[in-house]
């Protein structure tokens, strides 16, 4: 097969190079929509990709396990019906199923600088690594199998802590102490971060992007509201990320959603909430829908759920066109 330059695709991910087309990292959207790796390459974000000086796009996971995804999209792009043998070989050591981190926290008296690991399987409890600082009100992201990015609380600084070493090392500096913020992975792999509530207690409009490559973080998109104990969820098919409730500045519960933009450096209004929410959950789920589950609203919790439906590309076209 001959391969124009256009379609060849560079890869650094976790160290190892790798290089493909777009045809086989965007095999997967056939049978899964939003799947990451094929929105990145679909063309719709090539700004965000950021190649480095040989040209390679560098995505922070395992080498060796995406070896395993990669000679997977290779099969399916080709129509190979035992492509699927390749995600079943999958070394089970290397993954991290079935474990849940608690990170931090407030007993009362201490703020906590220990974590514990929940395996679901056993239903036990075991320590986790130790970090550098107590946090508690902090955000966390989880970066690959065994590392966890932990951001803020009460602090401008992020660590990440890796399960299998057991150790901590330092994360990129925020410009400002977070506490209450919310997290989003990108789909370039750096990390938003979004909102929270300062050393005054007043919360946020900012945001800001950290970049694990070069440790440094920039400043994202204004909010158009100031807001902390958010949900934020990323929108798979446009890049952008859902915020959705939160806690104002003026101590009000929040019903608003907004849409940010990173690449173009933007804030759009999203689908309100049915009632006020904050820190609530928040699931992707199948199309432009998105499952909003319990939290706090006028200072009672809430145990009911409802569904936010993202407007499709025709509608949002409809919009424009009545505004214009």
């Known amino acids: 097969m001959i391969v124009r330059p256009e379609d060849r695709v560079l890869l650094k991910v976790g160290g190892k190079h790798f290089e493909t087309t777009r045809r086989t990292m965007t095999a997967a959207l056939d049978m899964a929509p939003d799947s990451l790796l094929g929105v990145m390459f679909s063309g719709r ?29 290779r099969a399916y792009s080709t129509g190979d019906e035992d492509a699927a043998f390749a995600i079943h070989a999958l070394p089970e050591i290397q993954m991290a199923d079935g474990q849940v981190v608690v990170v931090g926290g407030y007993d009362g008296t201490a703020v906590f600088s220990t974590t514990e ?10 320590p986790g690594p130790n970090m550098t600082s ?7 992201v989880p ?10 609380g009460n602090l401008s600084t992020t660590e990440i802590i890796d399960l299998v070493s057991e150790t901590s090392t330092p994360g990129p500096e925020m410009s400002c102490m977070r506490k209450y913020c919310s997290a989003v992975m990108l789909h370039d792999g750096r990390v938003l971060i979004i909102g929270g509530r300062n050393r005054t207690q007043d919360s946020l409009s900012t945001t800001e992007v950290l970049n694990l490559t070069s440790g440094t973080s920039s400043p994202g998109p204004q909010m158009g509201t100031a807001r902390q104990g958010t949900s934020a969820t990323l929108l798979p098919e446009d890049g952008g990320v859902l915020v959705i409730g939160g806690f104002g500045t003026d101590k009000t519960y929040l019903a608003t959603t907004e849409v940010l933009d990173v690449a173009a450096n933007t804030t759009s209004a999203g689908p309100k909430l049915g009632i006020p929410r904050s820190v609530c959950a928040a699931v992707k789920m199948p199309g432009e829908c998105i499952l909003v589950i319990g939290g706090s609203s006028g200072g009672k919790r809430v145990s009911t759920s ?11 076209q409809q919009k424009r066109r009545r505004l214009t």
């Open 45 to 73: 974000h090539e700004g965000m990709l950021q190649p480095d000086g040989e040209g390679r796009v560098r995505i922070e996971r395992s080498g060796p396990l995406f070896e395993y995804i990669l000679d997977f999209l």
């Open 117 to 126: 690991v929940l395996n679901l399987t056993s239903n036990t409890w075991s």
């Open 134 to 140: 107590g946090r508690v009100g902090c955000a966390a």
């Open 143 to 152: 970066l690959s199998s065994h590392q966890i990015l932990v951001i803020g």
């Open 306 to 316: 409802e569904i936010l439906c993202m407007p499709t590309e025709e509608r949002q």
